[in-house]
């Protein structure tokens, strides 16, 4: 699962220009406003990452013009999101850990998501028939989620140096098809899914034709791409018809992922698109600012794309994030 609330040492406070009340807390790569003077460099707080959903609490309610939510996805609850306060960026929520006597004995970087009972959000991927569940997502069979830059700031020093490409994060929903053993199935993010024509997540073996192309291919593979197009999250795209772009090409024989040349001849061969390419180069030096930057931008529709991924161009999982483009997210409403 992933960690949504840690606890965190602030590493600088920063002044909001003509607030009395309200100063940048840094945390990790994030920036968090807070109240002016509960924090000071150095201090342990509880952070919130954006897209945790917090349960009705005392301690809470202080957002509940700003924030509440109520729904059959989620339940009730708290929503963090990113914001802009008196012009400054503000993502997460950062609270005194002495707030918190439950985690007591806690220390730096540990992980208190389930402590303290804080989900993550979920807003409905799709509002077309995603297809019939026959089952869990089968064992070993990989569920894409990208860490964001801004939570393990450390990925940048591991890519420093080598071969890199960036890709545009495309706005869909997760769809994986594999080919084991001559069965060829799909998932969703977490799901199995009936092999039945009008079910989105089998789209992309009907799409393009992959019952026969993946037995001809004979090896046994997964791949992983977002399908895109009419009813997906909101078709930033502005797509007529479903598109599926592979980001992932996994050999399940040996466990590895393709380098991105190979998965670009592979997907080539299958006729089946992948994520459109933005740059690529032989020695990786981005800071986060200037990583944060390249990710803002538009889809060929003219509306925001919803981000980048970065990763090492031979051995793509041993370094690879999301840096999502802060523009889209302030427009964010659900």
């Known amino acids: 699962m992933r960690s949504l609330v840690s606890i965190q040492r602030v590493k600088e406070i920063s002044a909001i220009a003509d607030s009395d009340f309200l100063e940048l807390a840094h945390v990790m790569g ?32 202080f957002l509940r013009a700003s924030s509440y ?32 006597p439950e985690l007591e004995g806690c220390i730096e970087g540990d ?13 409905p991927e799709t ?26 700031l450390e990925l940048l020093d591991g890519l420093k140096g080598k071969p890199y490409y960036i890709t545009t ?16 199935g799909c998932c969703s993010r977490n799901k199995e899914i009936k092999d039945e024509e009008s079910a989105l997540y089998w789209a992309p073996v009907y799409l393009y034709g992959l019952k026969e192309k993946l037995a001809q291919y004979g090896k046994n593979l997964v791949l992983t791409g977002e399908i895109c197009g009419p009813g997906i999250q909101k078709n930033r795209l502005r797509l007529s018809a479903f598109e599926w772009y592979v980001f992932d090409v996994k050999d399940w024989d040996s466990g590895r992922y393709l380098p991105y040349d190979a998965a670009c001849e592979l997907c080539a061969s299958l006729g089946v698109p992948i994520v459109p390419l933005e740059e ?31 990763r090492n161009a031979v051995s793509p999982k041993s370094v690879s994030f999301k840096v999502l483009n802060n523009d889209a997210l302030l427009k964010e409403k659900d």
């Not at 003077?37 to 959903?53: I, Q, R, T």
């Not at 894409?144 to 801004?150: L, P, T, V, Y």
């Not at 600012?289 to 931008?297: D, R």
């Open 30 to 61: 994030w920036q968090c406003v807070a109240k002016k003077n509960e924090f000071k460099a150095g201090d342990l707080g509880v952070y919130y990452e954006v897209d945790s959903f917090l349960p009705p609490d005392e301690r809470y309610e």
């Open 69 to 100: 939510r109520e729904n059959a996805d989620n339940g009730t609850g708290f929503r963090i999101r990113t914001v802009k306060m008196r012009g400054q960026l503000s993502q997460g929520l950062l609270l005194p850990l002495n707030k918190f």
């Open 111 to 123: 992980d208190v998501t389930e402590k303290l009972n804080v989900k993550k959000w979920y807003i």
């Open 127 to 152: 509002s077309t028939a995603g297809g019939t569940i026959v089952g869990e997502r089968p064992y070993g069979i990989p569920a894409s989620d990208e860490i964001r830059i801004q939570s393990a």
């Open 169 to 184: 994060k495309m706005d869909g929903t997760s769809g994986i098809v594999y080919y084991i053993d001559g069965k060829i």
């Open 280 to 310: 690529r180069g032989e020695h990786f030096d981005y800071a986060l600012e200037q990583l944060l930057e390249k990710a803002k931008g538009k889809y060929p529709s003219g509306l925001d794309k919803e981000g980048i991924v970065v």
